[in-house]
DNA sequence: TTTCGATATGTTTTGTAATGAATAGCGATT
DNA sequence: AATCGCTATTCATTACAAAACATATCGAAA
């Protein structure tokens, strides 16, 4: 009776400021495009959501964030933009950071495990 | 500008047979209850879920692993009832153990994250 | 001072997931 | 063969989240 059918983990991970969901992996990536890109309206298309929940998304972890991550830059002939700012930046990177090694963790970990 | 909040780390984990999702925390709960109780419907109205509810995961379970979770006993003066299988005592056991694992290591890999 | 595209925000519509109610079938025990 | 409550399943309803639409505002650059 030994199933021996291969399980499949996955996992997800998040940062929360105190108590408060701060981002998960679809913040991380809406940052890094909002990074590449400079603006939030054009992460946003790239990312198929609506600019109002990017938009919505980006103002909540700057509320909760004790630093902004994204601040925004108006006018000009291009109509403005918005940048990722360095405590924006150095989360995303830490997140990335840690995504990768608990990957690397779990698929040791996984291994080894016999149903 | 360093950012000195605190950042917590959460993490869920998911079991796959495959590329279908097989079981989470919430279902693994279910399951503990479900062999506890000796019953899908007792489980349920412990975790304020509907029967219904707990019948399709149950059964979408039993489906996707290559043996059942769960099987039913129907009759008797009780009219019946349900019991975990050694299959699916395995499988919650191994959840349990891999996600305590990793709730260590982020501790200890949270705790170096310098923002 | 006009123009531009981007930010910022409210309102409405739509789609879908969760819930609730209702009921048929089961079969060991008595 | 009557009983019990648990499994199994359908259908209607509700609730909520996501999407769509609409529009006001901003301000550097031309």
Same mark, same amino acid.
């Given at each position: &009776?030994?199933?021996?059918?291969? #399980?499949? @983990?996955?996992?997800? #991970? %998040?940062?929360?400021?105190? !108590?408060?969901?701060?981002?998960?992996?679809?913040? @991380? +990536?809406?940052? +890094?495009?909002?990074?590449?890109?400079?603006?939030?309206?054009?992460?946003?298309?790239?990312?198929? &959501?609506?600019?109002?929940?990017? %938009?919505?998304? @980006?103002?909540? &972890?700057?509320?909760?964030?004790?630093?902004?991550?994204?601040?925004?830059?108006?006018?000009?002939?291009?109509?403005?933009?918005? #940048? @990722?700012? +360095?405590?924006?930046?150095?989360?995303?990177?830490?997140?990335?950071?840690?995504? +990768?090694?608990? !990957?690397?963790?779990?698929?040791? !970990?996984?291994?080894?495990?016999?149903?």
């Amino acid at each position: &009776m030994t199933n021996n059918k291969i #399980i499949n @983990v996955k996992f997800r #991970i %998040w940062f929360f400021a105190g !108590e408060e969901k701060l981002l998960g992996i679809g913040r @991380v +990536e809406l940052l +890094e495009r909002i990074n590449t890109t400079g603006s939030i309206a054009k992460a946003a298309k790239e990312m198929k &959501m609506s600019y109002r929940q990017a %938009w919505q998304m @980006v103002n909540e &972890m700057n509320q909760r964030s004790a630093f902004p991550f994204v601040v925004k830059h108006l006018g000009g002939k291009s109509g403005g933009g918005a #940048i @990722v700012t +360095e405590a924006g930046l150095k989360t995303i990177k830490a997140f990335n950071e840690l995504q +990768e090694k608990i !990957e690397f963790y779990i698929k040791q !970990e996984a291994s080894k495990i016999k149903l």
